[in-house]
Nanobody, 125 residues
Framework: QVQLVESGGGLVQAGGSLRLSCAASGRTFSRYAMGWFRQAPGKEREFVAAISWSGYSTYSTDSVKGRFTASRDNAKNTVYLQMNSLKPEDTAVYYC??????????????????WGQGTQVTVSS
């Protein structure tokens, strides 16, 4: 079992930055890959970024590449999403998720076993 709690969302002006945190608890957290997803009103849940269990490998979707960076601190059982140069279209509820190896990929929501409750990010123009 892995429990995930997101925090750090809020209201920010376009061009600003936010850092989301996802605090995890449970067994074998350090060996879980972690993903970030978002869902805007009226839209499907969308992959944002992911990071391997070691933190060595990261991946992000094209719309956030170069602006968002996933990282993790296994000693603190926490994964982060640093969001820079925010745009109004980034407005969404952001979720973190965990998946236990083996996994075929990290961009599909169906790959993940555990989910946080989400945190709202609103970017004003």
């Amino acid at each position: 079992q892995v429990q995930l709690v997101e925090s750090g969302g809020g209201l920010v002006q376009a061009g600003g930055s936010l850092r989301l945190s996802c605090a995890a608890s449970g067994r074998t957290f350090s060996r879980y890959a972690m993903g970030w997803f978002r869902q805007a009103p009226g839209k499907e849940r969308e992959f944002v970024a992911a990071i391997s269990w070691s933190g060595y490998s990261t991946y992000s979707t094209d719309s956030v590449k170069g602006r968002f960076t996933a990282s993790r601190d296994n000693a603190k059982n926490t994964v982060y999403l640093q969001m820079n140069s925010l745009k109004p279209e980034d407005t969404a509820v952001y979720y973190c998720a965990a998946t236990q190896p083996p996994y075929a990929g990290l961009a599909a929501a169906s790959e993940y076993d555990y989910w946080g409750q989400g945190t709202q990010v609103t970017v004003s123009s």
